[in-house]
């Protein structure tokens, strides 16, 4: 499975970015990870990758969204309100779980990953 990641950039305050992640190879739940300079890198969204149902961290619930779209293998994470804290480098991570989760350990691909720079 290879993962890449686009879409980042630098807004204001209050702006609006959405990245994309295309895949390839075979996927099942998908996730948002970010990791900001000096901490550790965190869950923000995931994707059941049957139903895609989908599941939020409680700092960015009602200002994003992660959709897929499986014609085209690829996911999406419309980023809307953004925030200074907001600022991170952005990861799309792929997981062969039938169960909703943020746990870093359980997603073993990665891609590269996109900066997202709020000010």
């Known amino acids: 499975v290879q993962l890449v990641e686009s879409g980042g950039g630098s807004v204001e305050a209050g702006g609006t970015l959405r990245l994309s992640c295309a895949a390839s190879?075979?996927?099942?739940?998908m996730a948002w990870f970010r990791q900001a300079p000096g901490k550790e890198r965190v869950g923000v969204a995931f994707?059941?990758?049957?139903?895609?149902?989908?599941t939020y961290v409680d700092s960015v619930k009602g200002r994003f969204t992660v959709s897929r779209d499986n014609a085209k293998d690829t996911v999406y994470l419309q980023m809307d309100n953004l925030r200074p804290e907001d600022t991170a480098m952005y990861y799309c991570a792929a997981a062969r779980i039938g169960f909703p989760s943020l746990a870093r350990y359980l997603y073993a691909y990665w891609g590269p990953g996109t900066q997202v720079t709020v000010s």
């Open positions: 994707i059941d990758g049957f139903d895609d149902s989908p």
């Open positions: 190879g075979d996927t099942y739940c």
